[in-house]
């Protein structure tokens, strides 16, 4: 067979992925803040995009030729929500006698004058905390100077939030060309330091500083400190013999070892702590369960249309081909994200409605689910689901939880076709352990046939998962612990 050049005529499908396309999939799984952040340097780099003032009219045009995105904040129950095509939303249906609103923010707070006010950003008049760092670098400028100024700087930045040095002297000695003596008589310095303790490089020397300001370090205590190991496996025995007290006395050194602080430098915080801004509001009304999205971090986005006329008017055809494109990005960013908020209001729809036991009753009535459930249920494909689900919050009468919480495994039960998720298991493991007697430890495998006796078909090795999860110990540990606590 001859080998040579020609053409052929095939035929193939395939996806292709417009960068529209691409850019609604990201706005999907963008949460609350971070899709905030996204229309921020959207309303900067496009000049016909703007933000809709506080006292606005929510959707329809104004007399500059304005367009703001509709309102899609809530569905009336669940029900409809599903049985919707997100074509329109409707009003909430409220009993104002009985229902209360959700507020967004402080600009939907009503004044007594009836106008909405700006509301008082108490946040703003608090105190800023200081970080563990900063904290020690006060006490240095007060307490050493010149070269041990700059080696108790570098020792500083080497502690973790705990209040641990994580370093070697000789190495840092090395690096700083200092004397060895010198680096450790500066760290016996910061060991001074407040909080007691901080400056350690191990749990032991950590405690003995404390002990020392405390003025209990005798060689009982010193020698119990440097034998942690058997206070934690509760050989008390050993330790009479070891640091030669007797009951009265072993018992009194236990309850000074548990005042101290194994972990200094967590009173401080560390780092900032981010507050969660829920994406969802979930409440119950008269006619089901509504599901509200929280458009109160998100503004509300105009399309320009007057300014793009003046802009346009006399332009060079270049200039009238941009800002074509400006206007076009700027409809499809307003329709991308009234269509976003309605998938997500429909997820979110689903979930209310598949876990509506856990939002009456609470964990123990948890059912397992999928995200392939609830993509059947919407008609949405599975990796929809995940988006929507992806960093976002929902707040209810239950507290704040993650789109994802709601989604778990399923346990099956001794009897029947019913199941209950591993949620609810995990809640019921969690009860048992706490409610438990110093006295009456329960094993993993007592745990396993209570569970197995109230209908849950679970082995002993998935009580072991759970409960590690959980951070319990096993029960040997917590009757050590339990032993210890008195």
Known sequence: MALGPRLDLRQSQSLVMTPQLQQAIKLLALSNLELEAYLAE????????????????????????????????????????LSSDAGTADDLD???????????????????????????????????????????????????????????????????????????????????GVPLSLVEAVLAGIQCFDP??????????????????????????????????????????????????????????????????????????????????????????AKGWAVEVNSGTLPRLLVNRRYYAELAEG????????????????????????????????????????????????????????LRQVAEDIGMHESTVSRVTSNKYLSCARGLFELKYFFSSGISATEGDGAVSAEAVKSRIKAMIEAEDAKAILSDETIAQKLSAEGHDIARRTVVKYREAMGYGSSVQRRRQKALAG
């Not at 400006?326 to 729809?349: E, F, H, M, P, Y």
């Open 42 to 81: 959207a309303l900067e780099g496009n000049p016909l995009l703007d933000a809709a003032p506080a006292d606005r009219d929510e959707g329809g045009a104004d007399e500059s030729g304005e367009e703001a995105l509709p309102a899609v904040d809530v569905q009336p129950d669940t029900d409809a929500a």
């Open 196 to 285: 007691s303790g901080v400056g350690a490089r191990d749990l032991a020397e950590c405690i003995a500083i404390q002990a020392r300001e405390a003025d209990r370090y005798d060689p009982a205590m010193a020698t119990m400190i440097a034998h942690l190991d058997l206070v934690a496996k509760g050989a008390f025995p050993q330790l009479k013999r070891i640091c030669g007290v007797d009951d009265e006395d072993l018992a009194d050194m236990i309850r000074e070892l548990r005042g101290y602080d194994p972990r200094p430098g967590l009173k401080f915080g560390g780092e900032a702590v981010q507050a969660v801004v829920p994406d969802l509001y979930v409440r119950q009304t």
């Open 315 to 370: 332009a060079a055809a270049k200039s009238k081909a941009w800002l074509s494109e400006q206007l076009a990005g700027a409809n499809w960013l307003v329709r991308a994200l009234d269509q976003r908020q309605r998938t997500i209001v429909k997820v979110a729809s689903a979930i209310v409605k598949q876990q509506e036991g856990f939002f009456l009753h609470g964990v123990a009535h948890m059912r397992p689910l999928t």
């Open 94 to 176: 409220v009993d104002f006698a009985e229902e209360r609103f959700h507020h967004d923010s402080a600009s939907d707070s009503v004044g007594l004058s009836g106008e909405a006010s700006e509301g008082i950003d108490f946040d703003s008049f608090a105190e800023h905390e200081g970080t563990l760092h900063d904290h020690l670098l006060a006490q240095v400028g007060e307490r050493f100077d010149g070269t041990q100024a700059v080696v108790a700087a570098q020792l500083v930045a080497l502690i973790d939030e705990a209040g641990y040095l994580r370093a070697d002297l000789s190495e840092l000695a090395a690096q700083l």
